[in-house]
Every structure is written in C-alpha cells, then in structure tokens.
C-alpha cells in the first residue's frame, strides 16, 4: 500500500502561483510513477503531469506545458507541482496519484490522496 497526501491548494487570483506538495509513504512507493490530476465541477478528472520517483524525464498536459513543473524530492519522500502563470480554467480539485505504468489515463494509477482545492480568481 502507498499513502498519498496533499496539501497546499487555495485561492489566487489569475497569474499567480501555488505549489502543491504530496507527502508519499508506504511499501516500495519509489519504484513508482507519481502524478497530478485535476477534475473540475462538472468534468472528467484530467491528466496534468508525471514523473518518475526514480528519476527520468516529467510529462505534463499540454495546456499546463511552460507554466507548471512537477518535481520530486526523494529524501522527503515528497512530489510537488509548481504551478505559475494561473488562469481560472486552472481551478478544480487536484490530486496526487502513484501507480506503476507511465501514463495519462486515470485508472492506471492505484492510490490516489484526497485531493486539495485549487480556485483561481479572474
């Protein structure tokens, strides 16, 4: 089992910034792949990026490219995602994920935290 949780969601007006952290634990949870997805009211969760716990190139959803970076931090046993540049479109509950295949579909992933709140203001 691995244990997922968020935190660091919150208001911000559009153009700024947030970094949301995902605080990992467990058995073998760096031999995975860590992600960010996001669902909005009313919509789909969605892919926004991944990246290896062991190391490797990230992946991000194109309408998040050159504003979010995802990053890990292995003696913390800790992923984040830097988001700047922050538009209302942004807004939705993000949510960190671990799983074991590399890829942009939800269901892949086995654990998932609880999700942090991420509101951007126009």
């Known amino acids: 089992q691995v244990q997922l949780v968020e935190s660091g969601g919150g208001l911000v007006q559009a153009g700024g910034s947030l970094r949301l952290s995902c605080a990992a634990s467990g058995r073998s949870f760096n031999t995975y792949v860590m992600a960010w997805f996001r669902q909005a009211p009313g919509k789909e969760r969605e892919f926004v990026a991944r990246?290896?716990?062991?190391?490797?190139?990230?992946y991000y959803a194109d309408s998040v490219r050159g504003r979010f970076t995802i990053s890990r931090d292995n003696a913390k046993n800790t992923a984040y995602l830097q988001m700047n540049s922050l538009k209302p479109e942004d807004t939705g509950v993000y949510y960190c994920s671990s799983g074991r295949t590399a890829t942009h579909i939800s269901r892949a992933y086995d654990f998932w935290g609880q999700g942090t709140q991420v509101t951007v203001s126009s």
């Open positions: 990246i290896m716990w062991s190391g490797g190139s990230a």
